[in-house]
């Protein structure tokens, strides 16, 4: 655990400065109750857990939890003499959750706030079943007529809360959904089923939920996602206001700047369009998608050696990207260069055999 908690540390930078230390053991407090209960009685599971409340033993949810914990921590301190599991069972789960208790705050500049992820509690819940299971033990003892059947029923209640579990898990739509039924403010939770809406062409789903979602928190990644769908309506001008507000609230959101890239060269604001690729490609140098699309501008714009130079850059990320191979075909025949044009057409299709414009291509050239 010790080794772990290092690792978190020093895999978070940036967010230890942004959280005060009584902020860690109020919600150190509510997310080790809160696993407890989860364990003991698995019901009203969540693929995400927000929360929105002040960070503060003013907080109910926090009071009651540092309570509930201060109370398990009293007694079983009082308990240790006549039996020591309790005390180092509690103890155990605390050192086994403690890497995950600096993981709250998440999201562009730590806004989002989650108390509890279901795998943070894996390990830590062998601690407390086995506890459980030196209860039930000592409980079987007492009523032996009755401990197949007491057996039965608790197997056959949690078969029935995994199959009714697995059924929320069956897809997004229903993953998101069911986690917004538990939390109607779950701003991430809007976001994400508004692009599995997008991804569906249900583009009115998808529009409400990006503005529930920008109105409860307008992060940056949701004015671009609202920028994207407005741009794939036609609505060009709610769209670059969207791209720009984004990059108003986070000038280093790439998504924005790429769509405003695309935006601007619909409207023929070439330089300007050039200039949001170009901005796009130093935020993600990893992402063959800004490149690509300036080698387009350059290509409509007849800049053929550039045009080349920005789709060679796009391979040089993604070798095996059958796009750019094919526009960089296009750029060398047009240039004139027939035998790199060839080969170019001749990548495209072996990195994907059913593109028709590549094949169309080398017909047209003779091949």
């Known amino acids: 655990s010790i080794v772990f908690g290092i690792i978190a540390l020093y895999g978070k930078p940036g967010q230890i400065g942004t959280v005060h230390l009584l902020e860690f053991f109020f919600m150190a407090c509510l997310s080790t109750v809160f696993y407890l209960q989860k364990i003991v009685a698995p019901v009203s599971l969540s693929v995400i857990y927000p929360f929105d409340g002040a960070i503060a033993l003013s907080t109910p949810s926090i009071l009651v939890s540092c309570l509930i914990l201060a109370v398990l921590i009293i007694v079983s301190i009082l308990l240790y003499r006549r039996m020591q599991w309790p005390l180092l069972s509690l103890f155990a789960f605390g050192i086994l959750l403690a890497p995950t208790f600096i993981n709250y705050r998440k999201g562009f500049e730590a806004q989002d706030v989650y108390f509890a992820s279901d795998r943070y509690a894996y390990l830590a819940s ?39 579990q697995s059924r929320v898990w069956q897809s997004s739509t229903a993953l998101f959904t069911h986690a917004l039924s538990l939390y109607p403010t779950a701003q991430a939770a809007h976001n ?9 062409g249900d583009l009115a789903e998808a529009e409400e939920h990006y503005k529930q979602a920008i109105a409860i928190r307008p992060l940056a990644s949701t004015w671009s996602n609202l920028g994207t769908l407005y741009r794939r309506q036609g609505k060009l001008q709610e769209a670059l206001t969207s791209f720009r507000e984004a990059i108003h609230i986070n000038p280093g959101e790439y998504d924005a700047y790429f769509g405003l890239g695309v935006l601007l060269v619909q409207a023929g604001k070439f330089p300007e369009a050039e200039d949001a690729y170009r901005k796009a490609m130093t935020l993600d140098p990893s992402d063959p998608g800004a490149p690509l699309n300036l080698g387009a501008l350059f290509l409509q714009q007849g800049r053929y050696e550039d045009a080349v130079t920005q789709y060679q850059r796009a391979l040089q990320i993604h070798p095996f990207y059958p796009n750019a191979h094919y526009n960089l075909g296009v750029v060398y025949r047009r240039m004139g260069k027939i035998e790199d044009a060839r080969r170019s057409f001749e990548s495209a299709l072996h990195y994907r055999p059913d593109m028709e414009q590549a094949r169309v291509q080398l017909r047209e050239m003779g091949q």
Do not use: D, H, P, Q
Not at 192 to 200: A, D, E, P
């Open 126 to 164: 062998i601690v407390v079943l086995l506890g459980i299971a030196v209860l039930l033990e000592k409980g079987i003892r007492r009523v032996r007529g009755k401990a197949m059947a007491i057996t039965v029923a608790i197997l056959l209640l949690f078969v029935g809360l995994s199959f009714s």
């Open 192 to 200: 994400n089923l508004g692009t599995v809406y997008y991804r569906k």
